[in-house]
């Protein structure tokens, strides 16, 4: 199977085929999951009243995103009507469920970010989640794990904490830190003893970095002593960085929809440039959606924007997902399952593909 000449045939298929490949999510957070239905419902039950006569249909207006700091309001008001173990649950179920599983996500690293919940305290977080992470596996199969973002706007003495509560309330399902929020107003060294503290107590470590400087990257790698980069675009502005996490196999989770809108990956047209110059070049690109409902996306539509607009086929939208299974924070044997299930997966397209071929 792969994209041809005969653009017809060629949506049908590839649009089957970006919603049928296993997935594995590295990029994508538990406050930008929440549907517009959930949201207005839990801002209700809450009291919280809505701006703007917001209703569901105007409520995630990603068109006013090229702006970050738009975005990130909207982000804070899904934040603050998220408050208490059933509404934690809730979301992190309907994230794994209806944006996960059934997107034929196999595995995600949620990113969990405290700071966004003013209303709630970090141990609450994690009941909720825990909870509607256990329950979507139950359900669907999906596994998960969580990453705690720490927000770069604010304090490193903050973030220092955040990393102190991760320790204090550990548990197995915490497999590592992110940083998240906007680069320009916290820089990642700013981060640094929050991340050696991370270190220290072996959790695993990412920072987003979606508008650089290129120096940024290597900040992230080596100050910060991250396994994986978040974004990550501005890369291939600088030659020698990209030779050096092409030949360290450095992962760079992309979210090419939301990165697109922002001005991050391309120019807001739907072209992905820096994301096809990033797979040119080499380098170890993860595909997943940031916060799906937010900029009107899902799995398998980050999967199908660049399988439109770069014509890429079953070859390199599976090695998307191979890429990823190697940049999780899995144990070996239950990465070794992950492999094993989505070889299985994609074995049974190619299969039935071939059969629908006369
Ligand atoms: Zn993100």
New binding site residues.
């Given amino acids: 199977m792969s994209v041809s000449d005969t653009p017809r045939a060629v949506d049908a298929s590839v649009i089957s085929l970006a919603h049928s490949l296993p997935k594995v999510s590295l ?1 994508c ?1 538990l406050i ?1 999951t929440i549907s517009a239905t959930t949201l207005l419902e839990l801002a209700a039950k809450h009291g919280v009243v809505m701006e703007g006569g917001r209703n569901a249909d105007n409520l995630f207006d990603h068109d006013s995103y090229e702006d970050l700091g738009e975005f990130l309001r909207v982000l804070d008001v899904a934040g603050s009507v998220i408050r208490d173990v059933d509404d934690f649950h809730r979301v992190t179920y309907e994230s794994l469920t209806q944006g996960g599983a059934d997107h034929n996500v196999l595995y995600r690293e949620i ?1 969990l970010s405290p700071p966004g919940h003013a209303h709630s305290s970090y141990p609450t977080m994690l009941e909720g989640v825990v909870a509607g992470m256990r329950d979507a596996r139950a359900d669907t199969g999906i596994d998960s794990r969580l990453i705690v973002a720490i927000n770069r706007e604010r304090s490193a003495a903050e973030g220092l904490q955040l990393v102190e509560e991760v320790i204090a309330n550990r548990i197995d399902e915490v497999v590592g830190i992110g940083l ?1 929020y906007a680069e320009v107003n916290g820089p990642p060294e700013k981060f640094w003893k929050a991340y050696r503290r991370a270190a220290e107590a072996g959790l695993n470590r990412t920072a ?1 970095s ?1 508008s650089g400087p290129p120096e940024n990257i290597e900040t992230i790698l080596d100050l910060l002593g991250c396994s994986r980069i ?2 990550g675009y501005h890369v291939v502005e600088d030659p020698d960085i990209t030779a050096r996490c092409v030949a360290e196999r450095v992962p760079f989770t992309c ?1 090419p929809v ?1 990165s697109d809108i922002g001005r991050y990956s391309g120019n807001g047209d739907g072209t992905h440039t820096k994301i096809a110059e990033m797979v040119d070049a080499g380098l170890c690109v993860t595909i997943d959606s ?2 799906p409902p937010m900029f009107g996306t899902d799995p398998s539509n980050d999967y199908l924007v660049l399988a439109k607009a770069l014509g890429y086929g079953l070859d390199q939208l599976t090695a998307f997902t191979y890429n990823a299974i190697d940049a999780v924070w899995l144990d070996e044997s239950d990465k070794q399952s992950l492999q094993t299930e989505a070889t299985r997966r994609i074995a049974a397209i190619v299969e039935a593909d071939t059969a629908a071929i006369p």
Wanted: aromatic share 8%; hydrophobic share 10%; net charge negative.
């Fill in positions: 990029h957070h930008g990113f998240d987003h979606e978040d974004h979210t939301s940031d916060d």
